[in-house]
C-alpha cells in the first residue's frame, strides 16, 4: 500500500466503510430466520466486521497522522529555509506553466 496515492486509499476506505455498512444491513434483515445454523453465521459475520471496523478506523488514523507529520514538516521546512522554498515553488509553477501552455 506504500505506493497508492491518498485518493486511492481513501476510495478504498471509503469502498471498506460501504461493504461493511452493507453488510451490517444484510445481518439485521436477517435477523428474523432461525436456526443454528444462521444463528452461527451472523455471530462470525458480525464478528469479523467488528474486527474490520476497528481496523479500518486505525488504518483511517495512521493515515491521518502520516498527513499530518508531512504537513508540520514541510511547515517547519519552509520556515527554515524560506528563499528555498520560494525557489522551489517558482520552478514549479514555471513547469506547470509550460506544461499547460503546450496543450
Keep these: 500500500m506504500t505506493h ?27 435477523a428474523n430466520h432461525a436456526g443454528e445454523t444462521a444463528e452461527g453465521i451472523r455471530e462470525r459475520v458480525t464478528q469479523r466486521l467488528n474486527k474490520a471496523t476497528a481496523e479500518l478506523h486505525c488504518l483511517q488514523n495512521a493515515a491521518l497522522s502520516q498527513a499530518k507529520a508531512a504537513g508540520q514538516a514541510t511547515d517547519a521546512f519552509v520556515h527554515e529555509n524560506p528563499w528555498k522554498s520560494v525557489g522551489i515553488a517558482a520552478g514549479v509553477g514555471l513547469v506547470l506553466g509550460l506544461l499547460a501552455s503546450r496543450r
Design 4 to 30: 497508492m496515492n491518498f485518493a486511492d486509499k481513501d476510495k478504498l476506505m471509503n469502498d471498506l466503510l460501504t461493504v461493511i455498512t452493507d453488510a451490517e444491513e444484510l445481518l439485521r434483515m436477517t
